[in-house]
C-alpha cells in the first residue's frame, strides 16, 4: 500500500455556538488503508492555544505547531504505524486525527517524534473506531463543500 499526501481543506462551524469558523484538512486516497482492516483505533492529538478575535494562532505558535506536525507525520507513517488523516484548526485548538494499528506503539513513537521539542500543551486521545467513523464525517464535511 503506498500513502500518498494529497488533501483537502474545509471550513466547519464551531460546535460551540461561538462565529469561529475551524479549518478541516483531511487526507485523500487512504481507503486502501482504511479497507485494510489494520486501522481500528483513533489517536487525536489536541493543542489547546490562546488564539486571536477568531480563534486562529498566532504565527509563532502556528510554525511550532507544523514544525510538531511533521515531526509527527514522519515518526508515525515511516513504516505505516498510524497515519494522519485530518487536522481541525481553529476556535483556539489544533486537532490532528491518526488512525493507528496500536495505541501503546503510537505513544512510544509520539513520545520519541517530540523528544526534541521543549514540553508542548498537547493532550491525547484515543478510541477504538474500526468503521473510520471519524474520518468518514470529515469526508462529509468535503462533500457537502463541494455541493
Known amino acids: 500500500m503506498k500513502l500518498g499526501d494529497v488533501w483537502f481543506t474545509t471550513l466547519a462551524q464551531s460546535e ?28 487525536e492529538v489536541t493543542w489547546k492555544y490562546q488564539g486571536d478575535a477568531k480563534g486562529m494562532p498566532d504565527d509563532k505558535t502556528a ?27 481553529g476556535n483556539n485548538e489544533r486537532v490532528w486525527i491518526f488512525i493507528t494499528r496500536n495505541v ?15 514540553l508542548l500543551p498537547i493532550s491525547i486521545y484515543t478510541e477504538k473506531d474500526p468503521e473510520n467513523n471519524e474520518y468518514k464525517e470529515m469526508l462529509e464535511l468535503k462533500l457537502s463543500d463541494e455541493e
Open 63 to 89: 510554525e511550532l505547531m507544523e514544525e510538531v506536525q511533521e515531526a509527527l507525520k514522519k515518526s508515525m507513517e515511516k513504516d505505516k504505524l498510524a497515519i494522519l488523516t485530518g487536522i481541525y484548526t
Open 16 to 43: 460551540d455556538g461561538s462565529e469561529n469558523v475551524i479549518f478541516v484538512s483531511g487526507r485523500e486516497h487512504i481507503a486502501e488503508f482504511i479497507n485494510s482492516g489494520k486501522f481500528k483505533e483513533r489517536a
Open 104 to 118: 501503546a506503539a503510537f505513544g512510544q513513537k509520539l513520545n520519541e517524534a517530540l523528544s526534541g521539542f521543549e
